[in-house]
């Protein structure tokens, strides 16, 4: 390890929010859940939109249909010369409950349905009853109020190359489709900036986008960094120079407000957090505006109780909302079209110096907060997002205390010893100790003295990967580049409460080991 400068004290500072963002590598539907106490888990009580639409539109659907078979356009659809029958009743038109929704813009999506049709038809060698399977699409938009108009039918299902919505209305967004969303946002509102990155601007995008940012302390809440309020609202706040102790006001937020908490969030740090709430803004309105929520707070939603399902919970929407929203911000921040040729630009300067890939990503990180002015952290999970994995070898920050930290010295590995972002081979000697406490086989791993902590790393003691020097143990350059084989891997497992998820270090098998 190597001691920081002055200015780099400033990393202690964002421990906090690098934490809170490696735990969004991995995608809410795939990332695993440690074993917790009960038979149950917390889920928000909300409704799903093929609920909605056939309590309140089945009837309608059917009317619709009803209509085209009277006017003959239905027997044409179905390739039949007519019906005997000029109505159609509920149990002879059933709406198919599974649905697919397309988003087209903020407000406005398809939904495909699946309707299957019994009717006495005719044709010029057969008459009688047949079934037929109709695919119906309405096309909605969702603003002050929800309206919709029959988009179609078709004995053929439709093909589309839109972004697909689930069952609540949430865009389905992998991250190669998360990062298409951030450009194609910033391609609506600043196409400017997709051409010069010194044009990207969180509180120009949000004007553009008819929202303001506005800063208060939440009353006794350090947790929550920023809240989008759709609705004209009020809050508890902490007077601007008092403290938790004193007596809350109440100011009131206007709609299309984005509100930072300087309880958590610094005002001179806050450009991801207004990214953060423009993504929710652009891709989550309907989902919102779905739920009827007069309220802004994801965490004020009621909540249930569901079965464990052998470990398989059932995946919270809010979870996945978030990790798109944080996910977004980054790509918002820092677009694949600009980032794509400047790593690859800085990686061919790099390359001129170094032949160890950590020490290449490291300066490939230095020089993309140069240019960008953005804090490291943010640099290094950028590329790790694009795919860069051996930048998880460079860039990672221990910290020593509240106010003091170190960036270890930058290592490489193998790919297949660390095949997703959860798995790492860095752990603070604090998480170590929690761990050490915790973890019986770690404890005793640990208790052999058969490793020792050594450069981030829970290393093997032994001369061929660890030299002792005036200044501590050290890691020889063949165990630092080759990590994979003589250290402990772990991997974090996101423990999710009721509203923001929470990483723990979890012990993992090491290979080899």
């Not at 903020?106 to 495909?112: R, S």
């Not at 096309?139 to 972004?163: A, H």
């Not at 464990?308 to 977004?328: D, F, H, R, S, V």
């Not at 920050?397 to 170190?406: L, P, V």
């Amino acid at each position: 390890m190597y001691d920081v400068t002055r200015e780099e004290l400033m990393a202690a500072v964002e421990a906090e929010e690098r934490e809170w963002l490696s735990t969004d590598d991995i995608h809410p539907y795939k990332s695993r859940v440690p074993q917790t106490k009960g038979n149950t888990v917390s889920f928000p009580k909300i409704t799903k939109f093929n609920t909605y639409l056939l309590n309140h539109y089945s009837a309608e659907i059917v009317e619709e249909i009803n209509g085209l078979l009277y006017d003959g356009e239905l027997a044409a659809i179905c390739g039949v010369d007519g019906f005997h029958s000029q109505q159609l009743t509920h149990d002879r038109c059933r709406i198919d409950p599974r649905m697919t929704f397309w988003r087209v813009n903020k407000y406005e999506f398809t939904a495909d349905l699946v309707v299957y049709l019994k009717a006495n038809s005719y044709n010029d060698d057969y008459s009688g009853l047949q079934s037929f399977t109709l695919y119906v699409s309405l096309d909605f938009c969702i603003d002050d109020r929800m309206t919709y108009e029959f988009g179609g039918i078709s004995l053929k299902q439709p093909e589309r190359d839109r972004i697909k919505l689930d069952d609540y209305l949430i865009p389905v967004l992998g991250m190669r489709e998360v990062n298409a969303a951030a450009e194609d946002l910033l391609f609506e509102y600043m196409p400017e900036a997709l051409h010069d990155y010194k044009l990207l601007d969180p509180f120009k995008l949000a004007r553009k986008m008819g929202l303001e940012v506005a800063y208060h302390k939440l009353y006794k809440n350090h947790k929550t960094k920023s809240v989008l309020y759709w609705f004209d609202s009020e809050v508890k706040v902490t007077p601007r120079n008092g403290d938790d102790k004193a007596p809350p006001i109440v100011v009131k937020i206007p709609a299309g407000t984005i509100l930072i908490n300087e309880n958590a969030v610094h005002r001179d740090r806050s450009r991801l957090n207004v990214y953060h709430e423009c993504f929710h803004d652009e891709y989550h309105w309907l989902f919102y505006r779905l739920q009827e929520m007069h309220n802004n707070d994801l965490r004020k939603i009621k909540r249930t109780r569901k079965p464990k399902n052998q470990g398989k919970e059932p995946k919270n929407p809010l979870t996945i909302m978030e990790w798109e929203a944080k996910q977004g911000s980054m790509a918002l921040m820092m677009p694949e079209s600009i980032m794509r040729p400047m790593i690859e630009q800085c990686k061919t300067e790099e390359r001129k110096i170094h032949k160890h890939a950590g020490w290449v990503y490291q300066g490939v990180g230095f020089s993309i907060c140069d240019a960008m002015d953005i804090p490291k952290y943010l640099a290094r999970s950028r590329m790790i997002q694009l795919g860069y994995w051996q930048a998880q070898g460079s860039l990672n920050y221990i910290q020593a205390n509240r106010m003091c930290g170190r960036y270890i010295t930058p290592f490489t590995f193998s790919r297949e010893s660390c095949p997703t972002t959860a798995h790492t081979f860095v752990i603070s000697p604090e998480e170590s100790f929690r761990l050490y406490e915790q973890n019986e086989e770690y404890r005793a791993r640990l208790d052999t003295g058969d490793y020792v902590y050594v450069e981030g790393h829970m290393c093997l003691n032994d001369p061929a990967y660890i030299v002792q020097t005036p200044l501590g143990p050290k890691m020889t350059d063949w165990g630092n580049r080759h990590v994979d084989e003589c250290c402990l891997r772990f991997e974090n497992v996101y423990q999710v409460d009721e509203s923001y998820p929470t990483a723990f270090p979890w012990l993992l098998q090491p290979e080899g080991h």
